[in-house]
């Protein structure tokens, strides 16, 4: 089966739609959280999640957005975007983000956001923070997201991978991060795809987000 992996969506529906185009064949999307906050596009990605019949678990935005997640662990442009998201949501999307789950176990990997042991606050940046996930994992092999870098880390015959992130890389390279799972050949590869940047950061000035996020995407940090 081939999956597609994604994470840290975060509003940004010009690289959302790119990535799509490029996951055309896989058989299943997954995405690893933080559909929301940041971006221009909230309603508009969630939309398209559901259509692709995408699987996703919560991320640390996607619950704050909906006033399950403490504000004051955000910093002022995060908390920001947050708030403005929040206005934007219908109920609709809103009661998308509610049902997420933390945690979701696919029949070859488990999705997280963050970590197993903190699934929405966690990074896991070191092979120490992935040992700590890779002792609660069920199954061999876990996806994360939240870094919004591509990482991944190998242990005693466990996996634990990033595929970077889809609308705000944070690994010097500004184009959209994700990837494709091979669960056959057991085998994930990381790709790279340019978008539209200036349009979503138009948007973005449009809607009055901070400008450190919006200046961020163009260099991928
Ligand atoms: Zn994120």
Redesign the pocket.
Known sequence: MLYGIIA?I?SNLEAFEVVLQQLRQVDQIVCAG?MV?YGPDPNQCIKLMREKGIRSIA?N?DKAAVGEMNLEWFNENARRAVEWTSEQLTGDSAQYLKLLPLTLEMDDFQIVHGSLRNPLEEYIFTLAEAAATMELMSKPLCFV??T?RPARFEYQGKAIINPG?AG?PRDGDPRASFGIYDSEKKEFILHRVEYNIERVQEKMRQADLPQSLIDRLQYGR
């Open positions: 840290d975060h933080d906050g991320g935005h997201g939240h919004h992130g705000q």
